[in-house]
């Protein structure tokens, strides 16, 4: 189409178009009618290993919700929302099979042999995992009791709680001016001596999330400046990512360990090492508040 540099004419069109619009919307379907194509269903004797995500309903994949809408059988954690719970048909059946710190409600190896019982009588099943199951979340295991089983298994992923806790901050988890490289820890200290590699840790081009570390910040923070990280390095604690309940400390290696005992914050707890967090402090407060619901941080 040659260029519209009349003035006149390029009015004219740019009216037309307006016109065109308001007389095409009647015809264009409402965000409530429109239907996904979601293609697939659960299949009978298999087990599905699937990714809740960090709680919020919204954040589910498509595949996810469509399992779970179906699966005969879902066994379930401790950290997948109510909001999530909710998509399972009431005729499904349903297996809690949380685990608490220090309260294992049901031990690996019955979740294990649990899943393959359903499956063998012929139910389709979801292993229902928050985050993602891949990330801290015993897949492997699961995946050999399965395969030792000759059950045939399929895996969903979710949204894992480090993504949801950077989004809802509004911070990236990478940044070409802060951190070339992203790690993620469990703060479990389940090595043999107990203790992690804290001088390999310990880096400024880098951002660290710790995983289930909620009673583990002092000897995080301890750890880290013993390594070499500066006292007012940024770290960051965000609970219930994405969640209604969310809330966040930020602070610095230093401080942090009293702020939380002044401030203490629920399990599940998230914590991330990085000068992405400063990011967080520069973020005018009505923008955040757009990030995620209403994000509780205490400076």
């Known amino acids: 189409m040659p260029a519209l540099s009349n003035p006149l004419l390029l009015k004219w069109?740019?009216?037309?178009?307006?016109?065109?619009?308001?007389?095409?919307?009647?015809?264009v379907p409402h965000a409530s009618d429109i239907r996904l194509p979601l293609r697939g269903e659960c299949r009978d004797g298999q087990v599905y290993l699937v990714g809740a995500g960090s709680g919020d309903a919204e954040l589910l994949t498509l595949k996810a919700a469509r399992l779970l809408m179906q699966a005969d059988a879902v066994v379930y954690d401790r950290l997948v929302g109510d909001d999530v719970?909710?998509?399972?048909?009431?005729?499904?059946?349903?297996?809690?099979?949380?685990k608490a710190r220090g309260h294992h409600s049901v031990p690996q190896a019955e979740i294990g042999e649990l899943m393959v019982k359903l499956a063998r009588e012929g139910k389709s099943v979801v292993r229902l995992k928050g985050g993602d199951p891949a990330v801290f979340a015993?897949?492997?295991?699961?995946?050999?009791?399965?395969?030792?089983?000759e059950i045939r298994a399929a895996i969903v992923p979710g949204i894992t709680a480090a993504s949801a806790a950077a989004s809802c901050m509004g911070i990236p988890l990478t940044d070409r001016g802060h951190a070339q490289q992203l790690r993620f820890v469990t703060?479990?200290?389940c090595r043999e001596d107990g203790t992690p590699d804290w001088a390999?840790?310990?880096?400024?081009?880098?951002?660290l999330v710790f995983y289930m570390g909620l009673s583990k910040v002092s000897a995080i923070c301890h750890g880290l400046r013993q390594a070499g990280l500066p006292d007012e390095w940024p770290i960051m604690l965000v609970a219930n990512a994405s969640q209604r309940e969310q809330q966040s400390l930020v602070g610095s290696l230093a401080d942090m360990?009293?702020?939380l005992a002044a401030t203490p914050l629920p399990s599940p707890c998230l914590i991330v090492v990085g000068?992405?967090?400063?990011?967080?402090?520069?973020?005018?407060?009505?923008?955040?508040?757009?990030?995620?619901?209403?994000?509780?941080?205490?400076?």
Request: proline share 8%; net charge positive; charged share 20%.
């Open 13 to 27: 069109f740019n009216t037309f178009m307006r016109l065109s619009h308001r007389a095409l919307t009647p015809l």
């Open 85 to 98: 719970l909710a998509l399972i048909p009431s005729g499904s059946e349903r297996y809690y099979v949380g």
């Open 138 to 149: 015993r897949m492997g295991e699961e995946l050999d009791a399965l395969a030792a089983a």
């Open 187 to 189: 703060a479990q200290l």
């Open 200 to 207: 390999s840790l310990a880096r400024k081009d880098e951002t």
């Open 257 to 259: 360990p009293e702020k």
């Open 275 to 299: 000068s992405v967090v400063q990011r967080v402090a520069t973020t005018p407060a009505a923008l955040a508040s757009n990030f995620c619901s209403a994000p509780q941080t205490v400076p």
